[in-house]
């Protein structure tokens, strides 16, 4: 009997063993690119196990990417490689309108102490049998660029593929979302589930994707975790790029319903936070970089009250924003929110058009030189929206 319980003990570790040995860390989600500019661009990615990260940043040359070692840029925080499940690099001193390769790593952490640390496997992604992840930096010197935008997706990954095929995303510099890609953020499965993990599967792992908060995106514990997963190395959640002749003016416009709602359970404070956006919009717009720029887009979920039945968030975005944006030269406002489609001419209260995309269409546009060309198409693939817009003349 003793032995019987001896050999029973014995099979219980190496059946432990054996499955430890199994369970080999994985990139579950990602990697997808975030805050592509003319220098930088970070690039994000999610492993199964804790573990410290980085990305090996190769030229896109002629060698094979094991020819040399690749130069390093780890996931760290004042200095320490962070032990994390989310991993996001900043990689900078880029060259604008660069192709550059690139890899990702995850290597597990069993233990981190005061005089020692014990590490696991080691996943990354795979350059050995499948031709390494790509992205090309953005250059303000082409004379034409492209574009596409989602928004108010609400977790409906599966309109997401056809509505950028009537795009032709394939052939676009960017895609944008814009806001309520999820109903709620109560964890991270999700934005997986929700649209994140089809917007990698199709081109986020070397198409930029630049994301600006809705104000659903703001609802759920996971809420104040948002900036983990986009934009993870910028100071805000709102930022500027150039790319080619357009200046993209990306705004966060919070939640729609005063702070003080019963619905918001006394957890918001986007009053403040949109003041603290104005001012950092007014040195935007002042900027040598804006005003060399041929087209000037903005882009935000909530678009500016026009009506007198207009909500908090609306009245907010039209009394911060708008007296600023006003005083500048934009040629588009770009929204959502509404789901439904509405374009707005220009006025004598707000200087410039708004277009709003609805929740069932994509909005696309490309410049070139003088024209700005936008349409959008719906989920059966009718054309709802087209029109040029061109460059202003002095």
Known sequence: MKQY?????????????????????????????????EREATIVWISDKPSIGWVELAPNDSTNF??????????TTIGIKRTSCIHSVRLTGLTSGTTYRYRVYAKEVFAHKDFGGRYGDIAATNVFTEKPLTF???????P???????????????????????????????????????????????????????????FAQEKPLYYVRGNHETRGKYAEKFQEYFCPRQP???FTWRQGPIFFIALDTGEDKPDDDIEYYGFNNFDQYRTEEANWLEKVVQSAEYRQ??????????????SPSAWHGEIEVRNKFVPILNKVGIDIMLCGHLHRFRYTP??????????VNSNNSCLFGEVNNDELKLQIVDIKGHEIFNKSIYVKRN
Do not use: W
């Open 5 to 37: 319980q001896i050999n029973c003990f014995l099979i219980t570790i190496l059946v432990s063993f054996y499955t430890i040995l199994g369970s080999a860390i994985t990139i579950s989600h990602g990697p997808y690119l975030q805050n592509v500019y």
């Open 66 to 75: 094991y020819a040399i070692s690749r130069q390093k840029f780890y996931d």
């Open 136 to 142: 090309t930096t953005c250059d303000q010197n082409k």
């Open 144 to 202: 034409e660029t492209s574009f596409a935008i989602l928004n108010d997706v609400h977790e409906r990954a599966n309109i997401m593929e056809p509505l950028l095929n009537y795009a032709n995303y394939k052939d676009k510099d960017m895609i944008i979302f814009n806001g309520d890609m999820i109903n709620s953020f109560p964890n991270d499965s999700v934005i997986y589930k929700g649209f994140l993990d089809t917007a990698v599967r199709l």
């Open 236 to 238: 805000h959640l709102y």
């Open 293 to 306: 720029a041929r087209f000037h887009v903005v882009i935000g979920h909530i678009p500016p009250a026009i």
């Open 346 to 355: 220009s006025s004598n209260s707000i200087h410039f058009p708004i277009l």
